[in-house]
């Protein structure tokens, strides 16, 4: 299924394109790729983000996904939005995505017991996802097609139960502890828009 949504967020913007190429519209499709790097207390991980969306005027607004592996990792799906001050030539503009970080374990928390019975170890949830901040579009040709630079501020919550049995002496008794994440990061990244 990830696999699937993210061919169609690379193949989705070929055909777009194209076709909005022969259109003189107001409205256009939009499609950004940035890779950079997320920042915190803790360390620097690398980071990778598609938007997809359209273009008004001044206004972009879109679906976007991206691969966070600060902490634990998760990707999360969100809804875009930003305004550029001057959207037909190089300028500066800010943004604010919003949406839900959905965690995609690798194995550092078990979901079942490896046990006869398969009993529930961890459940991961999905948590909060934001991120606001101001970048520069470097745009290079008529299409405003432009190289992007932008920087943030990031939050992200994580949280997971964690079902523990204890043995008293007499009988076994299973115990639910809930954990629960919050990341607060600095963000960079550099890509393009088509």
Not at 147 to 168: A, L
Not at 180 to 189: E, G, M, Q
Request: glycine share 8%; aromatic share 18%; hydrophobic share 35%.
């Amino acid at each position: 299924m990830k696999t699937i949504i993210i061919l169609l967020l690379v193949v989705l913007p070929v055909v777009l394109t194209a076709q909005s190429n022969k259109q003189k519209e107001k409205i256009h499709y939009t499609s950004s790729y940035r890779l950079g790097i997320i920042a915190g207390k803790a360390y620097t991980t690398f980071t990778a983000q598609i938007i997809q969306g359209i273009r008004y005027k001044n206004f972009q607004t879109g679906i976007g996904v991206s691969l966070d592996p600060y902490g634990f990792r998760t990707i999360p799906v969100f809804g875009h939005f930003s305004y550029a001050l001057h959207p037909e030539k190089s300028s500066v503009y800010v943004y604010g995505d919003a949406g839900m970080s959905i965690p995609w374990n690798n194995g550092a928390l078990p979901e079942k017991y490896d046990n006869s019975t398969h009993d529930e170890w961890h459940k991961l949830f999905p948590g909060f996802y934001g991120e606001a901040g101001i970048g520069y579009n470097m745009v290079f040709n008529k299409k405003r097609n432009a190289v992007t630079i932008n920087s943030g501020y990031s939050y992200k919550r994580f949280k997971y139960d964690e079902h523990v049995y204890i043995w008293n002496g007499f009988e076994t008794a299973q115990q639910k502890d809930r954990y629960i994440f919050d990341y607060r990061r600095l963000t960079f990244r550099l890509g393009f828009s088509l």
